[in-house]
């Protein structure tokens, strides 16, 4: 049922529904309706396994696969609604779209998408456990066998070369891993001043958590810090234009909308627009880093090896074989198989969502340039979005049913640097590297050259 009420985020407050004029109110209301369907549906949650599952695996040297069952996720993992009940209400909403809106409709288009991959989430959490998981997950975030076009490298390609450049860059003096010499209680202090700055003061929530995977994870409002974790200034920097721009920035701007409410939710094709535009957000700030990027190797190369029917083990035992820590190596495998089965029926394929993501969203950034329509970019920011509905959100923008973003980091705030990198990266990707490589032998040799 949709909600009256108001919303006030940043002393911006959101109409209700009986504010807006009939045709926004008509859309708002089945906004709401998808909102209100989709919130007991939480994909990691209903995957993960339980901390004792990490414990046991330490307890016995970690020479022992973890024991997880399909019965194992129903049993601690139970999902908080009826899937048949949920399918109908999704069906439901999706037939009053078309009765109230027609199919050609713009927003009515995107609507009924967003039902219909909801569905698609619905069957992909009965199948816990089951090859058909890994088989739907491969459909929702992809598998390292895709290929963006014809001819072109593969996913699992990318993981590869990354992992030949960053086997040279390892023992390198100036790319050594920074000292994690910040603990948790430090990590929530810091964080919180920083999103108190980008933000205002207490609109986001820094807190200490025993409850999430990665070392720190965000919601809506708030960012979750790994108690037992530690950081670097470098990290810090990282979760904050990661998880704060762009995973809580968003968040914030969909919640925000007027109309498209439905805006503050992300389906899983959102989360590849989401994971890009972070891993892209962390590049363009500098606060990347090798180690970083072999994190997000070591996780398509994990993905790969499931999907060519690696099983848990011969995972973890891949990662440890090339120097990773033991504790690192399992939570890199662990979300792999999270859902699945560590006996090898495929892998969850959630973790290529960052490295397909960057190439798309990349991409994008630099074709707009190329064709005069910078200004577009920005729009990746209204909310939890599919890059392919950014044509239709330009429009809607224009219609005035779509607001532009309020929380917007640079560099989108301000595209004349961006345009600028992006038109020298423009020429650069029609040089062939291969042959580059060939011109700068001598100077790498030390040998004097003609440059």
Same mark, same amino acid.
Request: aromatic share 10%; with cysteine; hydrophobic share 35%.
């Given at each position: =049922?949709?909600?009256?009420?108001?919303?006030?985020?940043?002393?911006? %407050?959101?109409?209700?529904?009986?504010?807006?004029?009939?045709?926004?109110?008509?859309?708002?209301?089945?906004?709401?309706?998808?909102?209100?369907?989709?919130?007991?549906?939480?994909?990691?949650?209903?995957?993960?396994?339980?901390?004792?599952?990490?414990?046991?695996?330490?307890?016995?040297?970690?020479?022992?696969?973890?024991?997880? $069952?399909?019965?194992?996720?129903?049993?601690?993992?139970?999902?908080?609604?009826?899937?048949?009940?949920?399918?109908?209400?999704?069906?439901?909403?999706?037939?009053?779209?078309?009765?109230?809106?027609?199919?050609?409709?713009?927003?009515?288009?995107?609507?009924?998408?967003?039902?219909?991959?909801?569905?698609?989430?619905?069957?992909?959490?009965?199948?816990?456990?089951?090859?058909?998981?890994?088989?739907?997950?491969?459909?929702?975030?992809?598998? $390292?066998?895709?290929?963006?076009?014809?001819?072109?490298?593969?996913?699992?390609?990318? @993981?590869?070369?990354?992992?030949?450049?960053?086997?040279?860059?390892?023992?390198?003096? &100036? =790319?050594?891993?920074?000292?994690?010499?910040?603990?948790?209680?430090?990590?929530? %202090?810091?964080? @919180?001043?920083?999103?108190?700055?980008?933000?205002?003061?207490?609109?986001?929530?820094?807190?200490?958590?025993?409850? +999430? +995977?990665?070392?720190?994870?965000?919601?809506?409002?708030?960012?979750?810090?790994?108690?037992?974790?530690?950081?670097?200034?470098?990290?810090?920097? +990282?979760?904050? +234009?990661?998880?704060?721009?762009?995973?809580?920035?968003?968040?914030?701007?969909?919640?925000?909308?007027?109309?498209?409410?439905? &805006?503050?939710?992300? $389906?899983?094709?959102?989360?590849?627009?989401?994971?890009?535009?972070?891993?892209?957000?962390?590049?363009?700030?500098?606060?990347?880093?090798?180690?970083?990027?072999?994190?997000?190797? !070591?996780?398509?190369?994990?993905? /790969? =090896?499931?999907?060519?029917?690696?099983?848990?083990? %011969?995972?973890?035992?891949?990662?440890?074989?090339?120097?990773? !820590?033991? /504790?690192?190596?399992?939570?890199?495998?662990?979300?792999?198989?999270?859902?699945?089965?560590?006996?090898?029926?495929?892998?969850?394929?959630?973790?290529?969502?960052?490295?397909?993501?960057?190439?798309?969203?990349? #991409?994008?950034?630099?074709?707009?340039?190329?064709?005069?329509?910078?200004?577009?970019?920005?729009?990746?920011?209204?909310?939890?979005?599919?890059?392919? !509905?950014?044509?239709?959100?330009?429009?809607?923008?224009?219609?005035?049913?779509?607001?532009?973003?309020?929380?917007?980091?640079?560099?989108?705030?301000?595209? /004349?640097?961006?345009?600028?990198?992006?038109?020298?990266? #423009?020429?650069?990707?029609?040089?062939? &590297?291969?042959?580059?490589? !060939?011109?700068?032998?001598?100077?790498?040799?030390?040998? @004097?050259?003609?440059?």
């Amino acid at each position: =049922m949709a909600s009256n009420k108001k919303r006030s985020i940043g002393g911006v %407050q959101r109409p209700s529904p009986d504010e807006l004029p009939p045709y926004h109110r008509t859309i708002r209301l089945l906004s709401d309706r998808i909102v209100e369907a989709q919130k007991p549906i939480r994909i990691l949650d209903a995957c993960k396994w339980t901390d004792d599952i990490e414990r046991t695996f330490f307890e016995k040297d970690c020479l022992e696969p973890p024991v997880i $069952t399909r019965e194992y996720y129903a049993e601690h993992q139970p999902l908080e609604f009826d899937v048949a009940e949920k399918n109908r209400e999704f069906y439901e909403i999706e037939r009053d779209i078309r009765r109230e809106l027609g199919t050609l409709n713009a927003c009515g288009a995107m609507m009924l998408r967003t039902c219909k991959e909801y569905r698609v989430v619905l069957s992909l959490l009965s199948l816990r456990g089951t090859p058909d998981f890994s088989a739907i997950s491969q459909g929702l975030y992809g598998s $390292t066998y895709d290929r963006f076009h014809a001819g072109d490298p593969t996913l699992g390609d990318l @993981g590869r070369t990354m992992a030949k450049v960053l086997l040279k860059l390892r023992d390198d003096p &100036l =790319m050594q891993a920074d000292e994690k010499s910040i603990d948790g209680a430090g990590a929530v %202090q810091v964080l @919180g001043e920083r999103m108190d700055a980008y933000f205002g003061p207490g609109l986001v929530n820094v807190k200490l958590s025993d409850g +999430v +995977v990665a070392d720190a994870a965000a919601g809506a409002d708030y960012i979750k810090v790994r108690a037992e974790a530690r950081f670097s200034e470098r990290d810090l920097s +990282v979760l904050e +234009v990661h998880e704060g721009w762009v995973h809580i920035g968003t968040t914030l701007n969909g919640l925000l909308q007027p109309v498209l409410t439905f &805006l503050g939710k992300g $389906t899983p094709s959102c989360t590849v627009t989401q994971e890009g535009l972070a891993i892209i957000q962390e590049i363009f700030t500098f606060n990347s880093n090798p180690d970083r990027i072999q994190k997000l190797t !070591d996780r398509v190369e994990t993905i /790969r =090896m499931a999907e060519e029917g690696a099983d848990f083990m %011969q995972c973890f035992k891949a990662l440890t074989e090339q120097g990773r !820590d033991r /504790r690192v190596a399992y939570q890199t495998v662990y979300r792999a198989f999270r859902g699945s089965l560590p006996s090898g029926c495929g892998p969850f394929t959630k973790d290529l969502s960052y490295s397909r993501g960057f190439i798309l969203i990349y #991409n994008y950034v630099r074709l707009a340039v190329r064709q005069g329509l910078a200004s577009r970019i920005p729009l990746l920011f209204v909310g939890k979005l599919r890059l392919s !509905d950014l044509g239709v959100i330009h429009q809607l923008v224009e219609d005035k049913v779509v607001q532009p973003p309020r929380y917007l980091p640079p560099p989108y705030d301000d595209l /004349r640097g961006l345009s600028a990198w992006m038109c020298y990266s #423009n020429f650069l990707n029609t040089i062939d &590297l291969s042959k580059a490589a !060939d011109d700068y032998a001598a100077i790498f040799a030390g040998k @004097g050259t003609d440059y």
